[in-house]
């Protein structure tokens, strides 16, 4: 079955350069329909006329439904977004469309009015995806709590929406008028990889900022641990993460290198742990020691930042009795947990003077022996009376 072409085919046997040609000849073909069945040709175009002001009208009526009032963050300032994208060109093309294959007008015509809604088609297809894709990336920075960086990403993020999607609707249009693409998308793709290779460590970079700033790893102000690196986020660049060393010196590191490695994100501490152990002397009674939990978990527990957590006998050590004692503070700040850590330790210092344990410390106690070896015992060798002594 024979297909009537385009009128406006620019393949290699007409083209363009006949333009004036093929515009004569639709403008006849017009102009014999309308005279050879202008019933036909006035129901098409009103039929088109109306279909054109019926979509026009759900426009405006979903544009109303869903209100202007809505950001991105909802489903209906998303929606709305892409309803009022929607040309109006797209509309009158589609309903010319919708009326054309309806009324049956000369192949001519009908092969222009359906060249125009492929066209248009296109063209509105490019911006539903453009605005679909930048409208996820707005949405995102709508929520995102670094809005300074994810801006100076989002223009780059337009770019690149910009240059993949109206190149596909360019090339899809010139298909459709006839031109063979093949070389030009050959090319395109040779040219990308070239430029792939070329730029390779600029677009990781690139892509790896974009991950740290849509994923969230961390973000600027945060303190962070990378490798022997340990300071605070001063800015999340399109290339490189600044940080801030304790120490005081600016570190600058590459993105992708950045992700490649652990990251400690210490920002992000709700609690901070703090293990102690403390040694008591074995001449402690066991009444005494039975008694350190509890006389722990309360000196803990009567600190609002803090949790306890658990105080138990673990070792006999060379020379005390030792206790590990762990417990928690709310916050992130070090300095919450070392003023506990500190607070606790001299609350347990002066409640165990107040009981009378000791702590621990390294000693060596000398022992005397008799001439057959046997430990004279201390107490026992005082308690005797001199040798020889008479009662």
Not at 124 to 131: D, H, L, P, T
Not at 238 to 261: C, Y
């Amino acid at each position: 079955m024979a297909t009537t072409p385009h009128p406006l085919s620019v393949g290699v046997t007409g083209g363009l350069l006949n333009l004036p040609g093929q515009v004569e000849r639709l403008t006849a073909n017009t102009i014999g329909w309308l005279r050879t069945d202008s019933v036909a040709a006035m129901i098409g175009i009103g039929g088109a006329v109306l279909i054109y002001l019926v979509f026009i009208g759900i426009r405006f009526g979903i544009c109303r439904l869903l209100g202007t009032g809505h950001d991105v963050t909802t489903w209906q300032g998303f929606v709305g977004r892409m309803v009022r994208r929607t040309r109006s060109v797209f509309l009158g093309a589609f309903a010319a469309d919708i009326a054309a294959h309806a009324a049956a007008p000369p192949g001519a015509i009908l092969g222009f009015v359906t060249l125009v809604f492929t066209v248009a088609a296109a063209v509105q297809g490019a911006i539903w995806v453009r605005e679909f894709i930048l409208g996820l990336v707005d949405r995102r920075a709508a929520i995102a709590e670094d809005k300074a960086a994810l801006a100076s990403a989002g223009g780059i993020i337009r770019v690149l929406v910009n240059v993949v999607v109206w190149s596909l609707a360019f090339i899809l249009v010139l298909d459709n008028l006839g031109v063979n693409v093949t070389a030009l998308v050959a090319g395109l793709g040779v040219g990308g990889i070239a430029i792939g290779l070329a730029a390779q460590g600029i677009f990781s970079d690139l892509f790896a900022a974009l991950a740290i700033l849509f994923d969230r790893p961390f973000r600027v102000g945060d303190t962070i641990r990378w490798g022997s690196v340990t300071g605070k986020v001063e800015a999340i660049g399109l290339k490189t993460v600044r940080i801030r060393s304790q120490s005081g010196e600016q570190v600058v590191v590459g993105n992708t290198k950045l992700l490649g490695d652990q990251i400690w994100n210490l920002a992000r501490i709700e609690e901070r742990q703090v293990v102690m152990v403390i040694g008591v002397t074995y001449q402690t009674s066991s009444d005494l020691l039975e008694a350190i939990p509890a006389e722990v978990a309360a000196i803990v527990s009567a600190r609002a930042e803090c949790r306890f957590d658990r105080c138990h006998f673990v070792r006999f050590a060379d020379s005390s009795l030792d206790f590990e004692i762990a417990f928690f503070t709310h916050g992130q700040a070090f300095t919450t947990m070392m003023d506990a850590r500190h607070a606790i330790g001299l609350a347990i210092l002066r409640r165990f003077n107040e009981l009378g344990i000791d702590f621990a410390y390294p000693t060596q106690v000398a022992l005397t022996a008799r001439a057959d070896g046997r430990v004279i015992d201390p107490p026992m060798a005082l308690a005797a009376p001199p040798q020889g002594a008479t009662g």
